[in-house]
Every structure is written in C-alpha cells, then in structure tokens.
C-alpha cells in the first residue's frame, strides 16, 4: 500500500484487492533483476461508476517512457472493478491472474466474495487469449512482430542471443493455459519455476525454446478443444456479480 499511496492515486480506501504481480508472482524471479510490478482492484464511488466520467484504471511508474524499467523501479497498475471484470469476461490472461492471486497487501470481503465464485469468469473462449499473447511474444523473439522501444532487452540478447525472459513468459502462458483448459484453475507460483528460471537463465537454445514452444502450443490447444468449461461465459451472470459488489462496499462506506 505504501506504493499506492506513493503514486498520489487519490482513493486508496477503494482498492479492494492488491498483490504482486510479474515474474514474482509467477515464480520465475531471478535475483535483483526485475521491477517490482503492483495491481490492484478498485471501487468507483457512484458519482463514478454511474455517473458521466468513470474511472476505468490507474496507472503510475517510477520509470518515464524514455526508459526501460530497472530493478530499482515500480509500476503499479489500478483497474475499476468494472473494467477488470470486462477484461476477465474476455478471458484477458493478466485479468484472470487477479483471481487466482493470493493478496500480498489488501483484500476485503469484496474481493473475496468475486474470487470465491471466479468460475463464473472461467471459459474455453480464454484459451484464444493465452495463445494470442503466448504467440506475441514468440514473435518479438523471432522479430516477426517489432519490439517497440522499451520491449527490447539487451541485457538478455547481448549476453543470449535471444530475450530469454520473453520465452520464459511465452511458455509460461502455454502452462497457464493447459493447466487452466484441463483444470479450471491457475496455479500461482507456477510449479514450473525451475524449469522456468533455466528458460529464463539462458540455458536453452533458441532452436530449443522454438521447439518447446510449438510442442505447448499444439498441447493447449488440445487441451482447450476438450475442455468441461463452457463455451463462453455469462455475461449477465458476471453483471450481476459485479453489481451486487458495488452495492456491497458502497454500504460499507
């Protein structure tokens, strides 16, 4: 909370859920190497959620859009309960890790109220996501997609040949994915992390990451196409929820 309060985000009494996200979160920090990354779920008061100007997220970092993060730096990332709920309904893959992250500073009964029914945000629809993104990032690896200016990571090509951080995230997502089609959860950290952090270390080859890439492609989609998890999910259902948690903290406020 000290970094909400940091950032001047002006209603730190609204956040609901905040944890640690980024390589911490998924098991795969190596040493003094990363940002520290924040999310967090906040509630627009009325005037807000109903009103003319809603407030759909936050966003704040100690690092300018000149620069690369460094381990030194923090960015932290608010989303409305509206908008996080919208995301997670499309099956964003950064959306649903809220739900399947323990809270490392706050979660009130709000938030715990959501995340015990997080089946409602759960589909075979989300594995479109996972894969989407999975394959973003082996397409910056490859240069099949640019890298954008603070994407790059010499630090990695230099010393790799290839961003080996960006592969470990890309397998990373496959796992998520297969786990989540055949299982209906997300494990946080990954039970991977070994395997993870010797992606991430450089010990594979770029043929190998390319090669293991493509056989968990082929194992989430598998996964996905036989999938127990609806189609898509409910969107009233999930209107309802979210809903009824506005009126549930704004009664307690």
């Known amino acids: 909370m000290n970094e909400v309060v940091r950032s001047g985000f002006d209603a730190p009494e609204s956040i609901v859920h905040l944890f640690i996200g980024g390589s911490e979160l998924h098991g795969a920090k190596v040493g003094a190497t990363d940002d ?3 999310y967090g779920i906040f ?7 109903l009103g003319l100007d809603p407030v759909d997220h936050f966003v704040w970092s100690t690092a300018s859009d000149a620069r690369r ?8 990332t608010l989303y409305s309960l509206r908008r996080w709920a919208a995301l997670a309904a499309k099956g964003n893959a950064t959306a649903l890790h809220f739900i399947f992250a323990d809270a ?16 409602v945000f759960l589909s075979r629809k ?32 230099g010393q790799f040949g290839y961003d080996t951080k960006a592969a470990m995230h890309c397998l990373r997502l496959y ?3 297969i786990e989540l089609m055949e299982q209906g959860t997300i494990t946080l950290p990954r039970p991977e992390r070994d395997y993870l952090i010797e992606v ?7 043929d190998q990451f390319l090669n293991e890439a493509k056989k968990l492609r082929n194992r989430a989609m598998e996964a996905a196409s036989r999938s127990s998890l609806p189609d898509e999910v409910d969107r009233k259902l999930i ?13 307690t406020v």
């Open 36 to 38: 520290l990354d924040v």
């Open 43 to 49: 509630v627009e008061p009325p005037s807000l959620a």
């Open 69 to 76: 993060n460094g381990p030194e730096d923090v960015d932290l």
């Open 104 to 119: 490392t500073a706050t979660s009130l009964p709000v938030w715990t109220h959501l995340q015990e029914r997080k089946s």
């Open 126 to 157: 989300s594995a479109e996501q996972f894969l989407g993104f999975a394959e973003n990032q082996r397409q910056r690896i490859t240069g099949e997609k640019g890298h954008g200016s603070k994407g790059q990571r010499p630090e990695y090509i």
């Open 175 to 177: 796992l998520e994915c």
């Open 200 to 206: 991430r270390s450089g010990v594979w080859s770029l």
């Open 239 to 251: 209107s309802t929820l979210v809903a009824d948690a506005h009126l549930r903290f704004w009664s």
